[in-house]
Antibody, heavy 115, light 107 residues
Framework: EVQLVESGGGLVQPGRSLRLSCAAS????????MHWVRQAPGKGLEWVSG????????GYADSVKGRFTISRDNAKNSLYLQMNSLRAEDTALYYCVQGVPGDYWGQGTLVTVSS | DIQLTQSPSFLSASVGDRVTITCRAS??????LAWYQQKPGKAPKLLIYAASTLQSGVPSRFSGSGSGTEFTLTISSLQPEDFATYYCQQLNSYPFTFGPGTKVDIK
């Protein structure tokens, strides 16, 4: 059974940093591209960032480019999102997503940016 | 960046109705389009990929069509469990943008 378990969310002040993690199991992790998608409260889906199976291709939404860094550790079956210079508008539920298109989604980790 | 628009943004329909949602891309994306369904409090669920390929386990009342810049998601006979929000996503090039969503509500 495919499982994606996000962690690392929480309440953080504007300008601070946070690192999200996604632990993957139930599939061959390094066979798949992985993505982060977020959803602000009551709003639609926003694709945040994606990384190919070997980290050779990486993309970011314009809204996070230069502030967020995606990475993966295939030996640990894990996906990460380093979020720096956080803003109030980054407040959202962050989903870890397997594949292109997104076949499996985690349940999300909530990030709240507020003073 | 490729922008996606969806129409309508909201629709009210009855069980048994045929429902069509349109997604338009700001530039050609071939068939690199997916459709998702999201219910309140739940993660999105993949319905269709490559514009018209039904994901395994998705009921056949769902279908997708289109290529280039215009795409449609059709539900042939709306069921009670289909009341949800539907999103399209382009997978042609980074950033993999989503459409703003279409909420399907009960009339």
């Amino acid at each position: 059974e495919v499982q994606l378990v996000e962690s690392g969310g929480g309440l953080v002040q504007p300008g601070r940093s946070l690192r999200l993690s996604c632990a993957a199991s139930g599939f061959t992790f390094d066979d798949y591209a992985m993505h982060w998608v977020r959803q602000a409260p009551g709003k639609g889906l926003e694709w945040v960032s994606g990384i190919s199976w070997n980290s050779g291709s990486i993309g970011y939404a314009d809204s996070v480019k230069g502030r967020f860094t995606i990475s993966r550790d295939n030996a640990k079956n894990s996906l990460y999102l380093q979020m720096n210079s956080l803003r109030a508008e980054d407040t959202a539920l962050y989903y870890c997503v397997q594949g292109v298109p997104g076949d499996y989604w985690g349940q999300g980790t909530l990030v709240t940016v507020s003073s | 960046d490729i922008q996606l628009t969806q129409s309508p943004s909201f629709l009210s329909a009855s069980v048994g109705d045929r429902v069509t949602i349109t997604c338009r891309a700001s530039q050609g994306i071939s068939s690199y389009l997916a459709w998702y369904q999201q219910k309140p409090g739940k993660a999105p669920k993949l319905l269709i990929y490559a514009a018209s390929t039904l994901q395994s386990g998705v009921p056949s009342r769902f279908s997708g069509s289109g290529s280039g810049t215009e795409f449609t998601l059709t539900i042939s006979s709306l069921q009670p469990e289909d009341f949800a929000t539907y999103y399209c996503q382009q997978l042609n090039s980074y950033p993999f943008t989503f459409g703003p969503g279409t909420k399907v509500d009960i009339k």
